[in-house]
């Protein structure tokens, strides 16, 4: 597997609380998942994919965890369209 | 040695790591564990309106304009009854730095931190307060940490969240991205602990005074154009901080007869901190999984004592469907030219159905409006519940199922939302107050809080005691 260059943009991966570590009252299907954090950050050393590594992130703090996701990128749009809203306000109009 | 991080141990330093991060000791107002000295605790921030205009101005907050919707309201006179169909006026609180009224609940958290000396800011937020933390933090040139609740146990965010996650990378924010569950404050406390950052909570006095201003805006702006008070202003509700400040300011400016009313996004039957229930919800916000819950318990929090007391100034609560407010967000974009988020159309909504019942002459005021864009837009969380597998329909919003089905009206005749039972809400946090401290304890001061913060006089909360007793 090729290494991931160091000072590369990453998003990693850390359980912070396993579902017996997780708090009380939750409902069950919530309980059942391990509490988990993302985090994007340059990579601190050269590294491959689902190792555990250390980033520094946009404010210079240390976090580790699994590597997940070369740079990371936002994915979210406008969605497809939903032609019900296309008609709603146009009856209006001359 | 080194210090323990399990859940329980995290969660019981839980008043040290608070006071170590906001430079303010809360025992110096509580009395009870009912009661507090609300207004010593509001009065001693040691900003006035005027210092939090000053503050807010130097970093591109308040005096929005108030824009009236001509042609909604055309639209409401259609078919309301003879003489009715109130002016729907809204509050384009979009302009502000950030895009959302939130800049004035982050501004003086922001300011009082570089003032105290400290590095950084840190909030548990999934809404638009973290991208106001992140951009006033930017400008006072300190440090920023945003904790937000985007994905659940497949990995999918939701659309609005992630757009959070984003803006506030945007302002150069660290942002720590987790799944669903109620452990965000808990990784709140330890990222406080290990930082030494200032707690820049949604529910601090800081965060409430900053909205004041916008009250008070409102009422100048109205009695400027119009001559008079507004008779009514409308606000979205899910912490309470939105109502509780913006009815502060509005009593500081004398509107004493403004109707203060509340609105959420009906959302019953949906568990907040369920994973699979996480993204059935069309609306990340402003809704009733949050409402009902803060208004009838504040405290429920992360600071010991929450400065946003909504039903201290809460006259009617109103609730809308998701249907209603998207058809309504779609009526603003192509009436009125303004395309605007989710949370200040849930209020634009319930103002449709208020408008339909007040006099002509009288004036309605929605109070904000948020930016939308990618992942907030109305046509991706539409398309979003489709992928997740709710029936979205046109129809009468009578059968909107929350999480099951929304259905968008076909006329805005069919906008008529619910009105909540407020005596309900106020029997349901008495409940809470017994489970907090046995009613047998409580003083003659633990009763005065209750009628105050449940806006109501001291022999009424002793009936009602006793009517829970039965």
Not at chain 2, 148 to 174: L, M, N, T, W
Not at chain 2, 183 to 192: D, P, R
Not at chain 2, 342 to 370: F, H, I, Y
Request: aromatic share 8%; net charge neutral; charged share 25%.
């Amino acid at each position: 597997m090729s290494k991931i260059a160091k000072g590369t943009w990453v998003e990693i991966e850390r359980v912070l609380l396993k579902p017996e570590e997780r708090a009380p009252n939750l409902p069950e299907e919530t309980r059942k998942c391990p509490y988990v954090l993302r985090i994007s950050g340059f990579l601190l050393e050269d590294a491959e994919l689902g190792t555990e590594v250390r980033v520094k992130s946009l404010i210079g703090h240390e976090h580790r965890g699994v590597l997940r996701v070369v740079n990371p990128s936002y994915g979210h749009s406008f969605g497809t369209t939903v032609p019900e809203l296309l008609s709603i306000g146009t009856e209006e109009r001359v | 040695m080194s210090r323990d991080m399990s859940y329980a141990a995290v969660m019981a330093r839980k008043n040290e790591i608070m006071k170590a991060s906001m430079g303010m000791d809360y025992n110096d107002f509580i009395q009870s564990p009912i009661a507090f000295d609300y207004e010593r605790m509001m009065h001693e921030t040691g900003y006035g309106l005027e210092d939090i205009v000053r503050i807010q101005t130097e970093t591109k907050v308040g005096q929005t304009p108030l824009f009236e919707l001509k042609r909604l309201t055309e639209a409401v006179r259609a078919f309301a009854g003879p003489g009715k169909g109130a002016t729907i006026l809204v509050k384009d609180e979009a302009a502000n730095a950030s895009g959302s009224f939130k800049a004035r609940r982050a501004s003086i958290s922001a300011f009082d931190a570089r003032k105290k000396g400290y590095k950084g800011v840190a909030a548990a937020t999934s809404g638009n307060y973290g991208a106001a933390v992140a951009s006033q933090a930017a400008m006072r040139g300190l440090n920023c940490i945003i904790l937000q609740e985007v994905f659940d146990s497949r990995g999918i965010g939701q659309p609005e969240i992630v757009e959070k996650s984003r803006a506030c990378e945007a302002y150069g924010a660290e942002v720590q991205r987790l799944s669903v569950g109620p452990e965000l404050f808990y990784q709140l406390l330890m990222t406080l602990e290990n930082t030494g950052f200032f707690n820049a909570s949604l529910y601090t006095p800081f965060g409430i005074k900053g909205v004041e201003t916008l009250g008070v805006e409102i009422a100048e702006q109205v009695r400027q154009r119009y001559g008079k008070d507004p008779d009514a202003v409308v606000i979205t509700h899910a912490g309470g901080g939105n109502l509780t400040g913006t009815a502060r300011g509005l009593l500081a400016a004398g509107c004493d007869h403004t109707r203060i009313v509340a609105c959420s996004v009906d959302l019953g039957g949906l568990h907040m901190a369920s994973d699979t229930d996480f993204n059935r919800k069309s609306f990340t916000t402003g809704h009733t999984g949050f409402g009902v819950p803060f208004a009838t318990w504040p405290d429920r929090v992360d600071v010991p004592r929450n400065a946003a007391r909504s039903m201290r100034y809460m006259d009617e609560y109103q609730l809308v469907t998701q249907g209603e407010v998207f058809y309504v967000t779609e009526l603003l974009t192509k009436l009125e030219g303004l395309e605007r988020g989710p949370a200040g159309n849930t209020s634009l909504t319930a103002a449709v159905t208020l408008a339909r019942q007040m006099d002509r002459d009288q004036v309605v005021v929605v109070q904000e409006t948020e930016y939308t864009g990618a992942g907030k837009h109305h046509n991706r969380q539409l398309s979003f519940a489709r992928e997740n597998g709710i029936e979205v329909r046109v129809g009468d919003p009578v059968d909107n199922v929350p999480g099951k089905a929304i259905v968008i009206p076909q006329r805005l005749e069919q906008v008529r939302g619910k009105v909540q039972d407020m005596d309900k809400l106020r029997m349901s946090y008495l409940k809470n107050a017994v489970k907090a401290h046995p009613v047998d304890q409580w003083s003659e001061g633990d009763v005065a809080f209750l009628a105050a913060d449940l806006k109501k006089d001291v022999s009424w909360i002793k009936t009602a005691v006793k009517e829970l007793d039965k």
